[in-house]
C-alpha cells in the first residue's frame, strides 16, 4: 500500500496538468493526451480501490483495536477515499474532453474546452 500512495501521486497530478493545458490552449494533440493520462491515472486508481478494499477488508479484526491498528485502518481508508475520488475526477475528465473533441469535429470555431463547458 505504501508503493501504492507515493506511485498514485505522479499519475494524478500529471493528468491534473495535462487536461489544464488541454483547457487552455485546446489543440487536438493536448485534447488526446490528456484522454490518454485520464485513462491511466483511471486504471490506476481503480487498481488501487480494488487492493484497498482488500486491505481494509483483510485488516478487520475481531479483538481490540491497539491505536496503531486504528492509525493503519484510517490511512487505508483515507487512500481508498483518495481513489475513489480520483475514479470519478477521471471519468468526468475523459467524459468532457471526448465532448470537446466531438464538438471541434462538427466545425466550429471554439477549440477551447472552457468555451465548451461555458455554451453547454
Given amino acids: 500500500m505504501i508503493i501504492y500512495a507515493f506511485w498514485s501521486a505522479p499519475y494524478y497530478i500529471t493528468s491534473g496538468a495535462i487536461s489544464v493545458a488541454a483547457q487552455r490552449k485546446g489543440s487536438q494533440y493536448q485534447c488526446v493526451s490528456g484522454i490518454v493520462m485520464n485513462i491511466l491515472s483511471a486504471c490506476f486508481a481503480v487498481l488501487g480501490a480494488v487492493a484497498?478494499?482488500?486491505?481494509?477488508?483483510?485488516?478487520?479484526?475481531?479483538?481490540?483495536?491497539?491505536?496503531t491498528q486504528l492509525a493503519g485502518t484510517m490511512l487505508?481508508?483515507?487512500?481508498?477515499?483518495?481513489?475513489?475520488?480520483?475514479?470519478?475526477?477521471?471519468?468526468?475528465?475523459?467524459?468532457?474532453?471526448?465532448?470537446?473533441?466531438?464538438?471541434?469535429?462538427?466545425?466550429?470555431?471554439?477549440?477551447?474546452?472552457?468555451?465548451?463547458?461555458?455554451?453547454?
Fill in 76 to 120: 487505508l481508508h483515507y487512500l481508498l477515499f483518495i481513489a475513489v475520488s480520483e475514479l470519478i475526477i477521471a471519468s468526468i475528465t475523459i467524459h468532457w474532453i471526448v465532448q470537446a473533441l466531438q464538438y471541434q469535429e462538427y466545425g466550429d470555431e471554439s477549440s477551447s474546452l472552457s468555451e465548451f463547458s461555458i455554451s453547454s
Fill in 52 to 67: 484497498l478494499i482488500i486491505a481494509c477488508a483483510s485488516f478487520q479484526s475481531e479483538e481490540d483495536y491497539t491505536w
